[in-house]
Nanobody, 121 residues
Framework: QVQLVESGGGLVQAGGSLRLSCTAS????????MGWYRQAPGKRRELVGI???????NYADSVKGRFTVSRDNAKNTVYQEMNNLKPEDTDVYYC???????????????WGQGSQVTVSS
């Protein structure tokens, strides 16, 4: 019913910048929390940055001051601007969203396909 399609990512040198985008499509009444997680091989998926339906943002301590999450509600799109990237930021980044598909229906959780971000030293 709902798809999250990511774009962006790639290879960058340490200190560089990248931008991720994620657009939700399908049957959407409203989107609550929307943001980004990341996962390295053999590790748990962890929160990177998220924006709530009310416009608040939360970040992992490791990215505060370097990453910025924003959203365009009219486009059902969330962005993540990543600056001063470090080799330890190398991971697969996943878009995540809690989506209401109609009024009075509990939000459901959806994931994007994942985007590889590689930071070389």
């Amino acid at each position: 019913q709902v798809q999250l399609v990511e774009s962006g990512g790639g290879l960058v040198q340490a200190g560089g910048s990248l931008r991720l985008s994620c657009t939700a499509s399908g049957i959407i009444f409203s989107i609550k929390d929307m943001g980004w997680y990341r996962q390295a091989p053999g590790k748990r998926r962890e929160l990177v940055g998220i924006t709530t339906g009310g416009g608040n943002t939360n970040y992992a301590d490791s990215v505060k001051g370097r990453f910025t999450v924003s959203r365009d509600n009219a486009k059902n799109t969330v962005y993540q601007e990543m600056n001063n990237l470090k080799p330890e930021d190398t991971d697969v980044y996943y878009c995540n969203a809690w989506v209401e598909t109609s009024l009075r229906v509990q939000p459901e959780n959806y994931w994007g396909q994942g985007s590889q971000v590689t930071v070389s030293s």
